[in-house]
């Protein structure tokens, strides 16, 4: 049996974050510091959220939510949602990653997109972990995401990401800025 974990992210808010990263860290480090390699970003993320190499096949499901409009990531790479993003794969230690870019349409709001998708796949059996990034940082998101929650079985293993400790859940927390600073190339010992 295949172990299925899933990582839902808002991908404006990760691609202003990692932004923010690349402008303080250049400074404080006075280097350049290249964009963030995405699948390093992603392995990152599923380790935090208690993915580790099995005999058994594993899959993550990634799934990066976007305003319509906004057609790449500005600072990550590969970047361009259609053409090198949704419905692509890649391997590591910790089994197959498939993305899916998914836009937010006219008809809802990335909030309400996100806790859907949160929905559908905690009502998936075979979905073993569940690992989210909302945008905690504005109108209430993260307290939307931490009541939602509760209503998810206790046999899914959940970890919410977000920059800084946020009011508990039920649910492990990390801080979004190690995955980040580790996919930008930046070295715990440099800072």
């Not at 096949?57 to 990550?76: A, C, W, Y």
Request: aromatic share 6%; charged share 30%.
């Amino acid at each position: 049996m295949m172990n299925k974990h899933v990582i839902i992210v808002d991908a404006d808010y990760i691609d202003r974050v990692a932004f923010n990263l690349i402008v303080n860290f250049e400074r404080m480090l006075e280097r350049r510091i290249p964009q963030a390699d995405l699948a390093r970003w992603v392995e990152c993320i599923a380790l935090d959220g208690g993915v580790r190499e099995s005999e058994e096949p594993q899959e993550t499901t990634v799934v990066l939510i976007h305003e319509k409009e906004v057609d790449r990531l500005r600072n990550f790479t590969p970047a361009d949602y259609e053409k090198e993003l949704n419905e692509k794969a890649f391997r590591s230690g910790l089994g197959e990653f498939v993305i899916h870019a998914v836009p937010v349409e006219d008809i809802t709001n990335k909030t309400s997109l996100l806790l859907d998708t949160i929905d559908l796949m905690a009502d998936q059996k075979e979905v073993k972990r569940i690992m989210v990034v909302p945008n905690a940082e504005e109108g209430g998101v993260y307290d939307q995401v931490r009541h939602h929650l509760k209503s998810v079985n206790d046999d899914k293993h959940i970890t919410v990401f977000a920059m800084q400790p946020m009011p508990g859940g039920n649910f492990r927390q990390e801080i979004l800025g190690y995955s980040l600073m580790q996919a930008l190339g930046i070295r715990g010992e440099e800072v």
